[in-house]
């Protein structure tokens, strides 16, 4: 296998950043087979290979790569496939570069393997020739439920099939996905990979039920009564945060979950060919320094809006975002207000925004998550003419499914306790992915669902 | 997909639907609400429960054409099905203690009220109620109101039924006249139960009012439908509908209902003119069919 010796990743094509910053199609093209082929030959096959390490699913990386090389397509996907069920998913959104790819020794002489894109392009080669649906066992006839349809529910209902389980999905949206279909925009994550993603799994024989809110409609009880044996709850981390700062809800503030809610699962950018509206304002501040942010800015200027800022009271160093997002957002000409944290937000008559009061900041000591705390420069505070705001400051537990559940252990946060296989304190019952953790990202989501999974199986097994 | 069981009109662009959904009617409770979508596309509106039963599985939602997906919702028949129908959402409303209370209802929050007031009814607690419409063929719910209240007073704007004048007129009355309630439970417009709110509060009688805020979701997961209660905010989906009506900013929320209002008129005017050719069309088909 001859090896490519080019310090640099193979690019790969994608949108301009002019064309780009007014549509909502995907922003990455993906790589040619060619481009697949040149960027799988940068791999030096590492005998000890740090990336596997560094994947939250242990992808066998280099196997799948080397056959990239080869170009033995069908066998990349396979390998990929033996761990990972979300693969063109996981290509586009997880953060590779703190992940796989920072641990590629390749990288220490310069970019390391592009192995999100290596995987994005087997995954999208696999779809471009219709996912085979594996042989499945014979039905155990028993059954298990999911509540969710997020990426950890999608793996956990998904691996649980192939096992053999009778698995139904419980969905609350009118469409599954979870934060893959409200969370994360077209532009980044294709809805029809999401539709696809789903559509396997319902192969797998996984019933998904939509319009299902759990908690209200159905509790963990009433499962256990339907004759359910076990019971997945993968509800991710969806209560929005405010600031609680005055002015909060003047009309065109948003949380950032009800503007990309608005746009990703209810289309309001096709508005008004379908019902759901949006205003957005030529001149919007969206407030925080996450994925989420980025998101919500990029979608702001494809809305049409002129001028779109990213306020963040932290500096770029601290800033959680995918250095990836954080490029693309500057290249599409979203503006960072860094060090920069709202007062108040200031309405007029109506109750419409009209601007937002900040006070710069500048970094201090250290704090709890070892970042340095940002603190106010006194008498620094300034008017920012906008007229629009989301906040995307995080996210916590939705507490509708957990107070309508008995004997579910919480932390201190809210979120259901679990041990590391996603056991939780009542019998039956499983947790994983955000409900768990908190925000965090695809893949870590995942790979709770899988070990769950895994459990649920062997609790299942010893049962009867 | 979710069937309508039945269709009735209850007033000039008043409509009443019972619906085919087991499994909410089976957990519904007083105060709560359902979220609903036509069909792919459409938007998703609360619509509280005006009434369940359990056994025959159906939920029954009362609704008033004013923006286009009421007007959509409006044209389907009993047979008919809608995509999505979700709940029961929010927190239900119980009253264990209660020996006497009012429900003052004013248009379509009649329908709302009726359910609590049922179950005080049921209860064994003295029900009193003020139901009120602009004018009498707007009126609605009068028999199911009358049969689960002791005391019924009916009022018109116009004065073309019942007492001439607004249902908080009559409020006021009884609330001079010395009459004590443990409880008064306001469901309407904005205006009129932030009205209703502001004569009760010197009584210092517990005073109930029910929101309805622009929703998403309804699960408390966007915060569109957040409401000031006594300075704090409150998500209406998880935390309400019901608030303390002496706590509630109804300035707030009005100004937040008024949102999308230029957009409710283009969804609307494309509603009606798509409605129009179709129409239209039915006509010149039937025309044409004459002419064969």
Redesign the interface.
């Known amino acids: 296998m001859p090896l490519n010796k080019s310090k640099k990743k193979t690019p790969m094509p994608a949108q301009k950043p002019e064309v780009r910053r007014r549509n909502f199609n995907e922003v990455a093209l993906g790589y040619t087979e060619e481009d697949a082929v040149n960027e799988a030959q940068r791999c030096l096959q590492c005998k000890k290979p740090g990336c596997v390490q560094g994947c939250p699913v242990q992808v066998q990386i280099p196997q799948f790569i080397k056959r990239i090389a080869e170009r033995d397509f069908d066998g990349a996907i396979k390998v990929i496939k033996e761990t990972n069920s979300l693969p063109a998913v996981c290509g586009r959104v997880c953060p590779q570069e703190e992940q796989c790819e920072q641990r590629c020794v390749v990288g220490k002489m310069g970019d390391p393997v592009g192995i999100g894109r290596l995987e994005r392009f087997a995954a999208d080669w696999e779809r471009a020739k219709g996912v085979q649906v594996p042989e499945l066992p014979a039905k155990l006839g028993r059954k298990v439920a999911v509540i969710g349809s997020g990426p950890a529910s999608l793996t956990c209902a998904g691996d649980l099939a192939k096992l053999g389980y009778d698995v139904t999905v419980f969905e609350a949206f009118h469409k599954p996905g979870g934060v893959l279909v409200y969370g994360i925009p077209e532009f980044r994550l294709p809805k029809a990979i999401v539709q696809e993603e789903v559509e396997f799994i319902k192969k797998l024989g996984v019933e998904v039920k939509t319009d299902m809110v759990m908690g209200k409609v159905l509790t963990v009880d009433d499962l256990f009564d339907m004759g359910y044996e076990a019971v997945f709850i993968g509800t991710g981390a969806g209560l929005p945060k405010f600031m609680g700062i005055p002015g909060e809800n003047y009309l065109g503030v948003y949380s950032a979950n009800e503007f990309l809610t608005r746009i990703n699962l209810m289309k309001a950018y096709s508005f008004p060919e379908t019902d759901t509206p949006i205003k957005v304002g030529k001149k919007v501040a969206v407030v925080g320094g996450g994925n989420v942010a980025m998101d919500s800015a990029r979608s702001a200027l494809r809305m049409g809006a002129d001028e779109v800022h990213i306020v963040y009271r932290r500096s770029e160093e601290e800033m959680p975002a995918r250095q990836e997002e954080f490029e693309n957002a500057k290249e599409e000409g979203i503006i960072f207000d860094f060090l920069t944290n709202p007062v108040r937000i200031i309405g007029d008559e109506k109750g419409w925004v009209k601007g937002m009061e900040c006070i710069r900041m500048e970094l201090g000591e250290p704090d709890a998550s070892g970042r340095r705390r940002p603190v106010p420069v006194k008498g620094s505070e300034f008017t920012m003419d906008v007229d629009t705001v989301v906040i995307a400051i995080g996210t916590g537990p939705n507490p509708l499914l957990i107070n309508a559940s008995k004997g579910l252990e919480l932390t201190k946060h809210g979120y259901i306790a679990a041990d590391e296989n996603g056991k939780t304190s009542r019998e039956g019952v499983w947790a994983g992915g955000d409900i768990v953790t908190g925000a965090a990202t695809v893949i870590l989501a995942m790979g709770a669902g899988k070990k769950a999974a895994r459990s649920i199986h062997e609790y299942l097994q010893s049962k009867r | 997909m979710f069937k309508i069981l039945e269709k009735k009109n209850l007033a000039p662009s008043i409509k009443l639907f019972v619906m085919d959904a087991p499994?909410?009617a089976k957990?519904a409770r007083p105060g709560q609400f359902v979220i609903l979508?036509i069909k792919e596309?459409?938007?998703?509106i609360p619509l509280t429960i005006a009434d369940y039963d359990a056994e025959k599985g159906t939920v029954t939602v009362v609704f008033q054409e004013v923006g286009?997906?009421t007007r959509e919702l409006g044209t389907l028949k009993a047979g008919d099905s809608i995509?999505?129908?979700?709940?029961?959402?929010g927190v239900p409303v119980e009253f264990p203690h209660h020996k006497k209370v009012l429900g003052v209802g004013g248009g379509l929050g009649v329908a709302p009220l009726y359910p609590k007031l049922k179950m005080l009814h049921e209860q064994g607690v003295e029900v009193v109620s003020i139901i009120g419409a602009k004018t009498a063929e707007m009126l609605i719910f009068e028999d199911e109101m009358k049969a689960v209240s002791d005391r019924l007073y009916v009022c018109t704007d116009d004065g073309s039924k019942g007492r001439h004048g607004f249902v908080t007129v009559v409020l006021k009355e009884l609330l001079e006249q010395g009459e004590n309630f443990d409880e008064i439970i306001i469901i309407g417009p904005p205006i009129l139960m932030k009205i209703g709110a502001e004569i009760t509060r010197p009584y210092g009688i517990p005073t109930m009012v029910s929101l309805n805020p622009i929703m998403?979701?309804?699960?408390?997961?966007?915060?569109?439908c957040?409401?000031?209660v006594g300075g704090e905010?409150k998500f209406a989906c998880?935390d309400g509908p019901a608030f303390d009506g002496h706590k509630v900013d109804f300035d707030?929320l009005m100004?937040?209902l008024?949102?999308?209002r230029d957009?409710?008129k283009?969804?609307l005017e494309?509603f009606h003119e798509s409605h129009e050719c179709k129409l239209t069309e039915q006509i010149k088909g039937a025309d044409s069919d004459a002419v064969k």
């Open positions: 499994l909410v957990k979508r596309g459409g938007e998703r286009k997906t995509q999505d129908f979700v709940g029961p959402l998403v979701d309804g699960t408390g997961m966007c915060g569109g957040r409401v000031s905010i998880v707030e100004k937040r008024a949102t999308y957009e409710e283009i969804s494309r």
